[in-house]
Every structure is written in structure tokens, then in C-alpha cells.
């Protein structure tokens, strides 16, 4: 199983960024997708999740009106795009799989994550 990020870097306070997640070795369209960050001396939070089929998203406040979510079920990828970026939104990106197994318990793969860094 890989997930691995990209897109990451330095933008200026206002700029965009489009982040994207290519995943292998799992059945890409079984799993809900989603995006956290973690900054230095934070706990990780979600920032963004996509249900299997791409009908459903859900943002965390911070980011509403800001960042859309998206995924290629055929390129078995998840994006996030960012715009309206604020040095609040400087972290360290991670890409999220989860699904749930035949017994109920729920699966997770991580990638290695992709940094973000907002500043002038």
C-alpha cells in the first residue's frame, strides 16, 4: 500500500496550492479520502474528507470557502486545492485512506505527507 503526496512548497500569504495524493496497492474506490495537517507543537487535524464515491465532502471550519477536495476514482488519486492561503494554514499535509474491514474494524493507511509552508 502507497499513498504519496505532492505539490507542497513555499507560496505567499494569497497564493494557491493544489496538492495531490496518488494511492496504490488498495481498492481506491472502497476508501473515503481525506487531507490533515500538522503544525510544529500542534496536534494533526482533519482538514478535509471525500466519501468513495465522491458524492459527499466535509471541511473543517478553518478552511470552508477556501480549499476544495476532489478525487479520480479511474487515477486513483485525491487532491486538495488551496487557495486564499494563510500563514495559519502552514503545516505538514497528510494523506488519509480509511475504510471499514469485514469485521467491522476500520482500516487506515497514511502517507508521508507533503509540507506547506505560508509566507511573505
Known amino acids: 500500500v502507497q499513498l504519496v503526496e505532492s505539490g507542497g512548497g513555499l507560496v505567499q500569504p494569497g497564493g494557491s496550492l493544489r496538492l495531490s495524493c496518488a494511492a496504490s496497492?488498495?481498492?481506491?474506490?472502497?476508501?473515503?479520502m481525506s487531507w490533515y495537517r500538522q503544525a510544529p507543537g500542534k496536534e494533526r487535524e482533519l482538514v478535509a474528507t471525500?466519501?468513495?464515491?465522491?458524492?459527499?465532502?466535509y471541511y473543517v471550519d478553518s478552511v470552508k470557502g477556501r480549499f476544495t477536495i476532489s478525487r479520480d476514482n479511474h487515477k486513483n488519486t485525491v487532491y486538495l486545492q488551496m487557495n486564499s492561503l494563510k500563514p495559519e494554514d502552514t503545516a505538514m499535509y497528510y494523506c488519509?485512506?480509511?475504510?471499514?474491514?469485514?469485521?467491522?474494524?476500520?482500516?487506515?493507511?497514511w502517507g508521508q505527507g507533503t509540507q506547506v509552508t505560508v509566507s511573505s
Open positions: 471525500i466519501t468513495s464515491a465522491g458524492v459527499t465532502t
Open positions: 496497492g488498495f481498492t481506491f474506490s472502497n476508501y473515503h
Open positions: 488519509n485512506a480509511r475504510s471499514m474491514d469485514y469485521t467491522y474494524r476500520w482500516i487506515d493507511y
